[in-house]
């Protein structure tokens, strides 16, 4: 076919005759598309601008690991303040105030994951960083000048302000791991996937520590006389975190991976579904059982440690707790060594695994293994580890290289906000479970979960093991072509698709769309 250069083909003109020709994306194996962007530019602006390209790849990669740490800590931030605030106010503060007050972050964090999933695909993923990190800072001032008249209002002011926290936590998820994992691929697609993890879950689990030290360290400060300063000043640190970014995020670029392959005008859901339907089903179902045994465990573990040491106090509970916490990290680094070794998918099965076997271990003989807590401690931490090792490393991962670029913040919004909601039902039903069936049950249901886990995995859950994403993003492409979708591609919607490939279009044609 021939037309001439300044004339574009018709925009939606049956082509029956013609063949897929497979678009022109960033690919690391060919440069081709770039080098043409280049022609007609001196040697100085050429350089200076793949400077700025290689610099906010990096500080992507680099920022997504400083705003997800403040995500784990923002998770964990209730673990001891749930232990406070029952000193305080043991009155006011019983099992369902303590749970609303929790479970805001986790609504809040599933509307996040949702709205800024489907922003980050059809705004751009610099508009969701910044509008995460302004939300997250807003909430935690708001939490930690937290007040009222009686406690009952303190705690519909703290739900409100977790609230609004848990929607920028929430958006982190997706428009952070979205941008570091398309980073990782332009820089070390060979190590995409340990670069993704140690930037992301990580960061994530060592919110966990970081959350309860900087609370000993307060603690140790202000003394268990002014346990209202404790809590305030905690809350207060969660300002400081997402901040360290902000900056940076108002400087990046989008992704070359983006620039490319961004659908932001008539995206074809009917077809996303008809293509990645069964993968939704396992990344969705996958995270929904991890936060299900994840999330009420971290939040309730003070309470639950409380229970079983001797004097239950404060300042001993927060020791045992951040030794837990810690004995949990290592599995984070076997996960990340492991997932370029064995896969992916063998991994996360792994992981869930130790779910069914250190929780059966610990809920059939709670209350012998209770009574040492050192051996109580070290077994928990160790189920919580391989968790991390499996699920908590791999759930990021294959959410974010399973679904091609166009569609990567909204499926893997989705899929961590249906985790997210996972982790709503099981803190609800914490406290109902331990109350009617007893505290065993808790790690046997997480066995139980860590069964069905390993089943969703290996039925639902896609190996993308050493893929390129832009590969990916090129078989999407023909997809669609071949089911006949016609539009606008690339974060400028300077390109179009049709059954005949990729072509290049005015802006009056675009326009005219």
């Known amino acids: 076919m021939h037309h001439q ?42 350089v200076s601008e793949n400077s700025k390209e290689s610099m906010s790849a990096f500080f992507t990669i680099l920022a997504a690991a400083f705003g997800l740490i403040s995500d784990g800590y923002q998770n964990n931030l209730m673990t001891m303040s749930n232990v406070v605030f029952k000193k305080l106010y043991p009155d006011t503060y019983t099992s369902p105030v303590s749970t609303r007050v929790s479970n805001a972050l986790l ?67 997706p428009a952070s791991s979205t941008s570091a994992s398309e980073a990782a691929n332009e820089k ?6 340990p670069v993704f993890i140690m930037v992301t879950n990580f960061v994530l ?11 000993l360290i307060v603690l140790s400060a202000a003394g ?54 069964k993968t939704l089903i396992g990344t969705c179902g996958a995270w929904f059982l991890y936060d299900f045994i994840t999330f009420p465990n971290g939040v309730f573990s003070g309470v639950i440690i409380s229970s079983v040491t001797s004097s239950g106090g404060i300042k001993e509970t927060a020791e045992w707790q951040l030794l837990l916490t810690t004995i949990a990290l290592p599995g984070v680094f076997v996960g990340a060594y492991l997932c370029d070794i064995i896969g992916r998918r063998n991994t996360m099965m792994i992981g ?29 931490g160790l189920m919580n580890s391989l968790g991390n090792m499996g699920p908590g490393d791999m759930l990021g991962l294959v959410s974010a290289e399973s679904f091609p670029t166009s569609i990567r913040g909204t499926c893997y919004g989705l899929s961590a906000a249906i985790g997210k909601t996972g982790a709503a039902v099981g803190t ?86």
């Open 5 to 46: 250069a300044s004339r574009a083909p018709p925009l939606f003109s049956p082509l029956t005759t013609m063949e897929y020709v497979a678009p022109d994306l960033p690919s690391t194996k060919d440069a081709a598309s770039e080098e043409e962007k280049d022609v007609g530019k001196s040697e100085a602006q050429v």
């Open 107 to 173: 609504v809040g964090a599933v509307l996040g994951q949702v709205s800024v999933g489907l922003i980050c695909d059809r705004i751009g993923r610099k508009v969701a960083l910044v509008a995460t990190t302004a939300l997250i800072v807003v909430g935690a001032i708001l939490g930690t000048a937290a007040h009222a008249t009686t406690p009952a209002g303190l705690f519909w002011f703290l739900t409100v302000a977790r609230g609004i926290t848990g929607v920028g936590v929430g958006g982190e998820y």
């Open 188 to 193: 070390m697609i060979k190590r995409r996937g």
């Open 205 to 215: 689990s060592f919110g966990g520590p970081l959350a309860i030290a900087v609370f």
């Open 224 to 277: 268990e006389n002014h346990l209202p300063i404790v809590w305030r000043v905690c809350f207060g640190i969660g300002v400081i975190l997402p901040l360290t970014v902000f900056y940076f995020r108002l400087r990046m670029l989008s992704s070359k991976l983006y620039r490319k392959g961004a659908i932001k005008h008539r995206v074809p859901y009917t077809l996303i579904i008809k293509r990645y339907w």
């Open 352 to 380: 869930f695994s130790g779910y069914l076997v250190f929780g059966l271990i610990i809920g059939l003989s709670y209350d012998k293994i209770t009574k040492i807590v050192p051996l109580f401690i070290v077994f928990y």
């Open 428 to 513: 609800q039903a914490f406290t109902p479970i331990q109350t009617n069936l007893g505290k065993k049950w808790t790690f046997i249901i997480a066995a139980i979960c860590g069964t069905t886990g390993v089943l969703v995995t290996y039925f639902f859950v896609p190996d993308k093991t050493g893929v390129d994403l832009a590969d990916d993003d090129a078989e999407f492409m023909k997809y669609l072509a071949d089911n006949g979708w016609e539009g606008a591609v690339g974060e400028n919607d300077d390109e179009v698709l049709f059954k005949g490939g990729l072509t290049t279009v005015s802006d009056e044609k675009i326009a005219a769309m």
